[in-house]
Structure formats: C-alpha cells, structure tokens
C-alpha cells in the first residue's frame, strides 16, 4: 500500500507534527483498528469493532484520537459514520522513522569498520 | 500495515569478542570515535553526558546522553533527545527516546542489538525545522564519514 503513494505524501514530518502522530499509534488497539482500515477499506464504527473486547464507547474514543492525528477520515452513511485510512499521515510516520532508521544503519556501519577494521 | 510504527530494532553481528564490542559502546572515547561526537566525559550510571557532534558540517550540533543502564557486558542504555540540533531550544525539559544495547555472544562474535523507543511522547512543540535535514546533504556527510573511517 505503501509504495504506491507518491513522495510527496511521504515527505518527512517535522517534530511538530510527529509527537500526536506517535501518540496515536503508540496503542495496539489503535494499531489494530488501522490494520482492520488497510486491509477492510471503508468501515462502519461496528464492523470495525466487530471481533474485538472492547466496547463501543471505547473504540469511538480510539477512532477519535485517530482522527484527530489526521491518520483516518470519516463520513456519514445515514446513520453510520464510516471510517477511512488517511495514507497520506501514515506515510510521514513511516518517513520519520526511516529517516531515524537510516542514521541508525549508517552508525551501525561505522561501528562494525571501527571493531573489525 | 508496517509492523512497528513506535520503535526502531536493528541488529548487527560484530566479528570480535564481547568484550570489545562493549568497551567501544561504554568507553565514553571510543563511542564518539564511531558515533562521531565529542563527548566531555565518562558514561555513568545516571549521569548525563554533553557532546558535539564531529560530522564535517555538523559541528555546531550537540548533543546530551543520559545513561540508564550499564549491565556489563549485555546491555547498555541511554535516553536523548533524537535531532536536536537548535542551540535555541532548551531540549532538557523535552522527553527523550530510550536507546539499549544488548550484546550477545554467537559463534562469529558479537550480536548486537539496538532498540530505539519511545517516539509517541515527543513533544509537540518542537520546531519542524530541526528536522529539515536535507537528505542528499546528509548522505553525503555519511559518505564522507564512511571515507574517512575506511582510509
């Protein structure tokens, strides 16, 4: 899903943005109900709960944190409000961390030449 | 979905006993000589650690490591503050990132693990333009780095 975004939705965030970001993802249900959105595409609050041992009030309190980290949109189905990935988000959390990854594979590097050398 | 979203795992396998694979993380000087940071003291327990980062155009970054953890000869640790490079910013009242090392003893040498974690209670008023590293630029430094280590 990842690759077929464009580099600009990638683009690294900057630390302003990423603490509520990270604070939204640092939840295994949060995780989940992600996981559920990029493999399900568009669902209800219901059939994303569906399965899971959490209650209703709490998985709308988990889509609203979501929300408001901007890694999920919503609409209104008559009385259902249906609930989306926004890629675009997810796409700067995994361009942070890279990065950070990144520096960690150089060092790494530098590390391994500096023992065995 | 990836996989993990909140920490960062790396793992490499050192051709060289325990036991200098711990001194290179724990010696205070030979961390910096690889790390490349200069840093004004010893590790300790506890302590916090001030250094400057010795990349050729990154020297007016610094940094401060606080050490958690040194359980000799497996696991070392320390908390920062990833990318702080505005001389600015107070970075001390900012939450760190937790950095272990666990070193394992496997035929061939050394494994090596790195953790990184902790990346959900940055704050959220940190300036984005710390973070404006260019990219082409900073492989470039690493190359340099890389150079200048081999030769």
């Avoid at chain 1, 943005?17 to 669902?43: I, K, M, N, W, Y």
């Avoid at chain 1, 209650?55 to 409000?81: D, M, N, T, Y």
């Avoid at chain 2, 404006?132 to 690493?142: A, F, H, L, T």
Wanted: hydrophobic share 40%; charged share 30%; glycine share 6%.
């Amino acid at each position: 899903m990842f690759d077929a975004m464009s580099p600009a939705s990638r683009r690294a965030v900057g630390f302003r943005e990423a603490a509520p970001l990270f604070a939204a993802l640092g939840d295994q249900t949060r995780l989940q109900l992600l996981d559920r959105l990029c493999h399900g595409g568009p669902s209800s609050t219901a059939r994303l709960r569906a399965g899971l041992p959490v209650s209703h009030q709490a998985i709308s309190k988990h889509l609203e944190v979501l929300h408001a980290a901007g890694l999920v949109r919503s609409s209104r189905r008559g009385r259902e409000r249906i609930w989306d990935l926004e890629p675009k988000r997810l796409g700067a959390a995994h361009a942070y961390l890279d990065r950070i990854s990144e520096q960690w594979d150089d060092a790494l590097e530098r590390l391994k030449k500096f023992i065995e050398h | 979905m990836p996989t993990s979203l909140d920490r960062i795992e790396k793992e490499i396998t050192l051709r060289a006993p325990k036991s200098r694979v711990w001194r290179a993380l724990t010696n205070a000087e030979e961390f910096g000589e690889w790390f490349r940071v200069k840093l004004e003291g010893p590790f300790a327990v506890g302590k916090s650690v001030h250094g400057r980062i010795t990349y050729p155009g990154y020297e007016h970054m610094t940094m401060a490591i606080s050490v958690e953890r040194v359980d000799a000869e497996h696991l070392f640790s320390f908390r920062w503050h990833p990318y702080s490079i505005d001389p600015k910013v107070d970075y001390s009242k900012e939450a760190t990132t937790l950095v272990e090392f666990r070193l394992k003893e496997v035929s061939g040498g050394t494994l090596l693990t790195v953790v990184e974690s902790g990346f959900e209670k940055l704050p959220a008023d940190r300036r984005a333009e710390a973070f404006r590293m260019n990219d082409s630029g900073w492989q470039e430094q690493i190359e340099n780095v890389r150079r200048h280590v081999a030769g």
